[in-house]
Each structure stands twice: as C-alpha cells, then as structure tokens.
T-cell receptor
Framework: NAGVTQTPKFQVLKTGQSMTLQCAQDMNHEYMSWYRQDPGMGLRLIHY???????DQGEVPNGYNVSRSTTEDFPLRLLSAAPSQTSVYFC?????????????FGQGTRLTVV | DAKTTQPPSMDCAEGRAANLPCNHS???????VYWYRQIHSQGPQYIIHGLKNNETNEMASLIITEDRKSSTLILPHATLRDTAVYYCIVVSSNTGKLIFGQGTTLQVKP
C-alpha cells in the first residue's frame, strides 16, 4: 500500500513549456485534489474530483487542467508554464465525505519555471 | 466554507502540553473541524477531527466548545519533532473540500 504517489519530485521548466504532474493512489479513494504551496504560505486548492469523470475548480484553477479517467489517477497539466507557477504541488486523496474522513497527501512535486 | 482564525506562531517547552487555539465562528452544523500539520515542506499529515464532541487519539486531543465556534488542539507532551505548522480546517460533510488558512507555526524548544 503506497498511499499517494506523486511524480516527478522535482522539475525545472522553461517559460511556455507544458508538462503533466502525475498523482496516483492505491486506496480506492473517490475524492482527489491538487494544491499548490508558495513559500511561506498555506496550501491553495487548484482542482478537485469526486470520482472518475467528474472534476471541478478550486481556489486557483487558472493555467491548469485536470481530468479523471480512472479512480486511481488524477494528473495535473500545466498548459503553458509561467514563472508565477513556481511552487510546490501536493496531491491528496480521501474517501467521499459524509462521515468525516481523513485526507492523505503525497510528498509533493517541486516545480521551478525559469 | 467556514473560515478559521489561528495565531501565526506559538512556542512550547519540550515535555509540556501544547494548546493550539482555533476560531471558527461561522461553522455550520454539518461541518467538521479537522487538524493537519506540515513538518518542513512535507505533505500535510492528518492529526484528528471532530464534529461536536471532544476527541482523543494517540497523537492529540481535540476540545470543541459547546457552541462549536472555537476549538483547541492539545499535544499532551510536546517533543522537538512536533515543531511544525498546524492547520485548523473546517470541512463540509457535503463537499469534503479542505481549504487551508495560514496555520500556526509551533516551535517546540528544549
């Protein structure tokens, strides 16, 4: 049981490049989400999904796309990287809400856009 | 989603209890109080959650006031490894969304 796995752990992009951050979980969780964390700040919700085929926007969705074709995977796509997207990205998963469930977080992807 | 207010920083002596307060005056009846912590730049770690009753687990205790407008996380015997940023989050049982604030930076000192 690996929990939530994020790849890559580190990435450097040039402005304008695109890339996909991968997130996979093996706990059969329906709910998955992506956050970004800028230095000295709390986490901000980018996008989330309540199940395969269903996604929605969070607090800061601009510049990012997501899709959820399977329960296990929730990739985050940067369409045209900008220096303002330099951040640490965290993926999380949990069971669907309703009874109070805990979220599990990956170890993060540290992205630098130059 | 209800907002929370936490002090930006606190200190605690090693071996003493750490009491971290959180205000959530706009909390609704179906919203839980969750606590997570983040050590260095690792992914946040779940600590405890509650709806209206006090809760205890192997890591901490959660005390929720009767009107549910505030709560306190208690680490009974703080160690240096408890130095972290602690986030108090109110979560709707309908949406499940975790909206993080700035948290409290707890520094445990020898």
């Amino acid at each position: 049981n690996a929990g939530v796995t994020q790849t890559p752990k580190f990435q450097v992009l040039k402005t304008g490049q695109s890339m996909t951050l991968q997130c996979a979980q093996d706990m059969n969780h329906e709910y998955m989400s992506w956050y970004r964390q800028d230095p000295g700040m709390g986490l901000r919700l980018i996008h989330y999904s309540v199940g395969a085929g269903i996604t929605d926007q969070g607090e800061v969705p601009n510049g990012y796309n997501v899709s959820r074709s399977t329960t296990e995977d929730f990739p985050l796509r940067l369409l045209s990287a900008a220096p303002s997207q330099t951040s640490v990205y965290f993926c999380a998963s949990s069971s669907l809400p309703g009874g109070g469930t805990e979220a599990f977080f990956g170890q993060g992807t540290r992205l630098t856009v130059v | 989603d209800a907002k929370t207010t936490q002090p930006p920083s606190m200190d605690c002596a090693e071996g003493r209890a750490a009491n971290l307060p959180c205000n959530h005056s706009t909390i609704s009846g179906n919203e839980y109080v969750y606590w997570y912590r983040q050590i260095h730049s690792q992914g946040p770690q779940y600590i405890i959650h509650g709806l209206k009753n006090n809760e205890t687990n192997e890591m901490a205790s959660l005390i929720i006031t009767e009107d549910r407008k505030s709560s306190t996380l208690i680490l009974p015997h703080a160690t240096l490894r408890d130095t972290a940023v602690y986030y108090c989050i109110v979560v709707s049982s309908n949406t499940g969304k975790l909206i993080f604030g700035q948290g409290t930076t707890l520094q445990v000192k020898p």
